[in-house]
């Protein structure tokens, strides 16, 4: 059901605490943390704790939630100390989304092309 934690979800490991993850913010309802395989010099994911497929599915559901994971993207990059920064949300395989739990990845610290790829 969507907002409840998947027992297959790394994500929701995470949120658990049963899977490890050098966590930099932490609020009521998100989490952010750095990225395993950067790509960038700040490449930091910022997850709902609650469990939505993507981004589409979270604003759906719950814009007050959405709106959390933005604002938690501007207080990573300020910490980080980030002029600019890519807010980045993959939807679908297709897109290049990997884990099923939604994630903005807040990437910065070094010139970022366009388009992205």
Same mark, same amino acid.
């Given at each position: 059901m *969507? +907002?409840?934690?998947q027992e297959d979800c790394l994500?929701?490991?995470?949120? #658990? +605490? %049963?899977?490890? *993850? $050098?966590i930099v913010r932490q609020t009521d $309802? %998100?989490?952010?943390? @750095?990225d395993i395989n950067p790509q960038a010099p700040t490449h930091v994911l910022i997850i709902?704790? &609650?469990h939505y497929e993507n981004a589409a599915a979270l &604003?759906? *559901?719950?814009? *007050?939630? %959405?709106a959390d994971v933005v604002r938690e993207a !501007?207080?990573? #990059?300020?910490e980080e100390k980030l002029d600019s920064? @890519?807010?980045?949300?993959? %939807? +679908?395989s297709g897109? +290049? !989304?990997t884990v099923w739990h939604v994630h903005g990845h807040v990437l910065g610290g070094r010139g970022l092309e366009w388009p992205p790829g």
């Amino acid at each position: 059901m *969507a +907002g409840e934690p998947q027992e297959d979800c790394l994500f929701c490991k995470i949120v #658990a +605490g %049963t899977i490890p *993850a $050098t966590i930099v913010r932490q609020t009521d $309802t %998100t989490i952010a943390f @750095r990225d395993i395989n950067p790509q960038a010099p700040t490449h930091v994911l910022i997850i709902p704790k &609650a469990h939505y497929e993507n981004a589409a599915a979270l &604003a759906a *559901a719950d814009p *007050a939630l %959405t709106a959390d994971v933005v604002r938690e993207a !501007q207080a990573v #990059a300020d910490e980080e100390k980030l002029d600019s920064y @890519r807010l980045v949300f993959n %939807t +679908g395989s297709g897109a +290049g !989304q990997t884990v099923w739990h939604v994630h903005g990845h807040v990437l910065g610290g070094r010139g970022l092309e366009w388009p992205p790829g």
